[in-house]
């Protein structure tokens, strides 16, 4: 697997895999559309205004003191709208298992590869 793999996991929320020198990057970029749709639709709800006036609220606070509980409360509010999981069907989850091992497993270091004598 290459540093650039951009083959995706499929399923309703992609997932990309990237490797570094460190460890794994896992790419949810579909995951983070979802959740930023799911933050305006609790923010512009007419059957429920409480995320939006929260938001009104903060925006009219003149300190910051005035502004951290209508912050922490819309923080709570968003959390609980957004969508958080990744569904995975049939082999996927295992294809994602296999490719994190590989992903994972050892790496040589260009600088400690030893020379052949």
């Given at each position: 697997m290459?540093?650039?793999?951009?083959?995706?996991?499929?399923?309703?929320i992609?997932?990309?895999?990237?490797?570094?020198?460190g460890?794994?990057?896992?790419?949810?970029?579909?995951?983070?559309?979802?959740?930023?749709?799911?933050?305006?639709?609790?923010?512009?709800?007419?059957?429920?205004?409480?995320?939006?006036?929260?938001?009104?609220?903060l925006?009219?606070?003149?300190?910051?003191?005035?502004?951290?509980?209508?912050?922490?409360?819309?923080?709570?509010?968003?959390t609980?709208?957004?969508?958080?999981?990744?569904?995975?069907?049939?082999?996927?989850?295992?294809?994602?298992?296999?490719?994190?091992?590989?992903?994972?497993?050892?790496?040589?270091?260009?600088?400690?590869?030893?020379r052949?004598?």
């Open positions: 290459s540093n650039d793999d951009r083959t995706p996991i499929t399923g309703p992609p997932i990309y895999i990237k490797t570094t020198p460890g794994i990057v896992l790419d949810l970029a579909a995951l983070t559309q979802l959740v930023v749709g799911d933050v305006l639709d609790a923010l512009l709800d007419p059957t429920d205004t409480g995320a939006w006036d929260l938001l009104q609220e925006a009219e606070g003149t300190t910051a003191t005035d502004r951290r509980l209508p912050y922490e409360e819309l923080v709570e509010q968003l609980e709208a957004a969508s958080s999981r990744v569904p995975l069907y049939g082999a996927k989850p295992l294809e994602l298992a296999e490719r994190l091992v590989k992903a994972a497993g050892p790496k040589p270091v260009p600088n400690q590869v030893r052949a004598s």
